[in-house]
């Protein structure tokens, strides 16, 4: 995953500052290594099954630093807590990762409320999105991107 969001950043380097990065949040913060994967299929006669998993390595700073420091990033960040998720969203992804924007969403509000932060601004307080949606009758896309 690394090689392949490493050749995606370089190869859209030429784009410059018109290259866009949307990240999802973490789609994968572990894995199972190829190593640690069975040859064959998994027998169930032979007891209780192990796993091991990895962590995927963080790679957003040498994305923004590194592989296409032009790009503009937007990442996506998921909690359960909202005061965790607010210092994650603006402490970590736009200081430490250094993220244009960070789209904020609380687990059990994540289908209505979206927080988004900036370099320059942070707006915390949460609109009910479907009845912005119902109202405006827009798909949820367009009204992020207004």
């Known amino acids: 995953m690394v090689k392949m969001l490493r050749m995606i950043a370089l190869s859209m380097r030429s784009l410059g500052p018109h290259a866009m990065f949307y990240l999802a949040a973490a789609?994968?913060?572990i894995y199972v290594s190829w190593k640690s994967l069975a040859e064959h299929k998994i027998q169930s006669s032979s007891g209780p099954l192990d796993m091991r998993l990895m962590q995927v390595?963080?790679?957003?700073?040498?994305?923004?630093?590194?592989?296409?420091?032009?790009?503009?990033?937007?990442?996506?960040?998921?909690?359960?807590?909202?005061?965790?998720l607010l210092e994650k969203a603006s402490v970590?992804?736009?200081?430490?990762?250094?993220?244009?924007?960070?789209?904020?969403?609380?687990?059990?509000?994540?289908?209505?409320?979206?927080?988004?932060?900036?370099?320059?601004?942070?707006?915390?307080n949460c609109s009910n999105i479907r009845q912005v949606l119902k109202l405006k009758g827009l798909p949820i896309l367009k009204e992020l991107i207004n």
């Not at 923004?64 to 990442?75: D, Q, S, V, Y």
């Not at 970590?92 to 789209?103: D, E, G, I, W």
Request: aromatic fraction near 16%; include cysteine.
């Open 27 to 29: 789609f994968s913060d």
């Open 92 to 124: 970590l992804a736009l200081n430490k990762y250094q993220m244009h924007s960070v789209v904020a969403n609380e687990l059990f509000q994540s289908l209505y409320c979206f927080p988004s932060f900036t370099v320059t601004k942070s707006v915390t």
């Open 57 to 84: 390595p963080k790679m957003l700073s040498v994305l923004r630093t590194g592989w296409n420091p032009m790009a503009f990033c937007i990442l996506f960040k998921l909690y359960r807590a909202s005061k965790i």
